[in-house]
Structures are given as structure tokens and as C-alpha cells.
T-cell receptor, first 115, second 109 residues
């Protein structure tokens, strides 16, 4: 089992460019999450999904969109339509088997810099 | 608002014991997690407390007092590999995880 994987590991964007971060898990988990982690702050939830074809907003959703297709429920995509320097951060994907009280399994992270 | 407080940084000596505190004020409570995060890596699960008391797991123990909104993580027989950040997170009434900023633990020989 690879667990939770994320691509890419690093990326540099210019302001206004778009990109998609891919998260994939092979544990058949229902719940998937996208977080950002900034220095001196706790992990902040961007968007999450409680099952295939469903998504919901977290604490800091503005500027991001997500997709979790029914036929590819193991994947959870995070999109930035028009990147801003404020979106420079480390992005983590996580998944849990079911209930919100389950342990979260994290991917290795994507370090994004927006110039 | 919801708030989780933990010290920013702590220093301890190899072989010693260290206690990392976490206090929280959240809308409801459905459990408290501790995660370990080494620099440049992903957080990994350490413990989960939902009832008051002490949970022991090898060199690591976690304590919870719901009436005081307080938890601590106790690390015994410290090793150099324990140098990491320790994240406290609370599951609120909506089953959303609220994360603390983390405590960076520095172990000195």
C-alpha cells in the first residue's frame, strides 16, 4: 500500500497562473481533506469530501476548488484558478476510513510558491 | 471563537521526560488528537483521547481533562529522533478538527 500520495512535491507559480494538485489514496477511505499549513499557524482545512461525488467547504475555501469524481473516488483534486502570493504554503491531503473521529492519514505534502 | 493553545517551542535533554500542554476552547468536544510532525514531513498520529484520564502507549502518554479544557502529551526517555513538532487537535461539535499551531520540541544531547 502506498497510502496517501500527492503530486507534485514542489511547484513554483507566477501570480495569475492556475494549477491542480492531485491526491490519491489506495486505502478505500471515504473521507478526504485538503489542508494548508503556514508558519506559526495550525493546519487549516480548505475543502473536504465525505464520499465520492461530494465536496464541502472548510475554514479557508476562497481561491480554491476541488473535485472528487464518482468513478475515481480514490482521487481528490485541489485547483487554484488564479494563484496569488497569499497561497504560498505547504498543502497536505489527508484521508480517514469513515467517521470524523477516525485517525487522519496524511500525504507527504506539496510545497507551493507563488511569485 | 475556537482556540487551541500550546507552547511554541520547548527544549529538553536526551533521556529526560517532557510534558507538552494543550488548552482548548471549542464549540463542543468530540475528542482530542496528538500528532507528531518531523520537519518537512507529514503529521503522523500519536494518540486520541475522548474520555478523561491517561492513555499510555509505550514512551508516550496523553492525558485529558474535559472539565478543564486541557490535555498534555508526556514523552519519557527522550531520544534525539523525538525532535519534532507536536500538534494538538480537537474535534468540535460539528466533527471538524481544530488544530493548534504546534509545539516544536528540541532535544539536546
Amino acid at each position: 500500500n502506498a497510502g496517501v500520495t500527492q503530486t507534485p512535491k514542489f511547484r513554483v507559480l507566477k501570480t495569475g497562473q492556475s494549477m491542480t494538485l492531485l491526491c490519491a489514496q489506495d486505502m478505500n477511505h471515504e473521507y478526504m481533506y485538503w489542508y494548508r499549513q503556514d508558519p506559526g499557524m495550525g493546519l487549516r482545512l480548505i475543502h473536504y469530501s465525505v464520499g465520492e461525488g461530494t465536496t464541502a467547504k472548510g475554514e479557508v475555501p476562497d481561491g480554491y476548488n476541488v473535485s472528487r469524481l464518482k468513478k475515481k473516488k480514490q482521487n481528490f483534486l485541489l485547483g487554484l484558478e488564479s494563484a496569488a502570493p497569499s497561497q504560498t504554503s505547504v498543502y497536505f491531503c489527508a484521508s480517514t476510513p469513515g467517521a470524523e473521529s477516525d485517525t487522519q492519514y496524511f500525504g507527504p505534502g506539496t510545497r507551493l510558491t507563488v511569485l | 471563537g475556537q482556540n487551541i493553545d500550546q507552547p511554541t517551542e520547548m527544549t529538553a535533554t536526551e533521556g529526560a521526560i517532557v510534558q507538552i500542554n494543550c488548552t482548548y476552547q471549542t464549540s463542543g468536544f468530540n475528542g482530542l488528537f496528538w500528532y507528531q510532525q518531523h520537519a518537512g514531513e507529514a503529521p503522523t498520529f500519536l494518540s486520541y483521547n475522548v474520555l478523561d484520564g491517561l492513555e499510555e502507549k509505550g514512551r508516550f502518554s496523553s492525558f485529558l481533562s474535559r472539565s478543564k479544557g486541557y490535555s498534555y502529551l508526556l514523552l519519557k526517555e527522550l531520544q534525539m529522533k523525538d525532535s519534532a513538532s507536536y500538534l494538538c487537535a480537537v474535534l468540535d461539535s460539528n466533527y471538524q478538527l481544530i488544530w493548534g499551531a504546534g509545539t516544536k520540541l528540541i532535544i539536546k544531547p
